[in-house]
């Protein structure tokens, strides 16, 4: 496994890297595609690029997204994919095991549901209007009852997710899967903030099992320092 950061846009990958990720790695949706790269255990490299590091904005970017937005890969010569929800089902339908991402479509669609319900109910519900407003937003700007509304509304989807770790090691059923991926790359934050947290405490323990995951704990339980606002 490889993994090379840098500013800008790069010469083509050398061979022997297999994927190429743009994206800087304090962002979550980079994060969730990183932790799936390092679950399947993928040779890559990752080129810094989206907030302060530009990129996104350069014309031969736009080529490849023209959203302008992170995370974009290319996996050798095939056509670069953006949005994080496709990449994941991208790398897991082309390297994961049947475990992992089921060949049997009712079975992966079980798996892609909760996935799914992790993108909508989870992390949108966590990122924009809890982790921008907590650490992204100076503390004199903070609106500690919309903050605190968006918790509990957060918090209510939670509980879904707590109903079923109590019967279930892993939100997809008796294997970690790409559901979890969606689903758990939120949690580090979630239980870093400075916020009043309810009692979950299957969440919480599931929490702590999927924290001793070596990808997880490489590219998603990281710091987060540059995107605390300092004014």
């Known amino acids: ?23 800087r790695q304090s ?17 890559h490299q990752r080129i810094d690029a989206g907030f302060t590091y530009g990129v996104v904005d350069r014309p ?11 995370p974009t890969i290319q996996d050798g010569t095939h056509a670069p994919l953006w949005e994080s929800g496709a990449i994941l089902r991208y790398l897991a339908s ?3 095991d049947e475990i992992f991402w089921p060949l049997d ?7 892609d549901q909760w996935a799914e319900w992790a993108k909508v109910n989870i992390a949108l519900k966590f990122t924009s209007p809890i982790f921008w407003k907590v650490v992204r937003t100076p503390k004199q700007r903070q609106d500690p009852r919309s903050i605190r509304k968006a918790v509990l509304d957060f918090e209510s989807s939670l509980r879904i997710a707590e109903y079923r770790l109590e019967k279930y090691p892993y939100l997809a059923g008796r294997d970690f899967t790409l559901a979890d991926i969606q689903f758990a790359h939120i949690l580090y934050r979630y239980y870093d903030i400075d916020i009043e947290r309810c009692t979950l405490p299957a969440v919480a323990e599931y929490y702590q099992t999927i924290s001793q995951r070596s990808a997880y704990a490489t590219h998603v339980a990281i710091s987060y320092d540059e995107l605390v606002a300092s004014f």
């Open 1 to 23: 496994m490889i993994e090379i950061v840098g500013r800008g846009f790069p010469l083509p990958a050398p061979r022997s890297i297999m994927i190429t990720v743009w994206g």
């Open 27 to 43: 962002s979550s949706n980079v994060q969730a595609v990183m932790w799936c790269i390092g679950e399947l255990d993928l040779s």
């Open 60 to 70: 031969n970017y736009l080529a490849m997204n023209p959203n302008g937005t992170i």
């Open 94 to 96: 082309q390297y994961a």
């Open 105 to 111: 479509p009712s079975q992966r669609a079980g798996v």
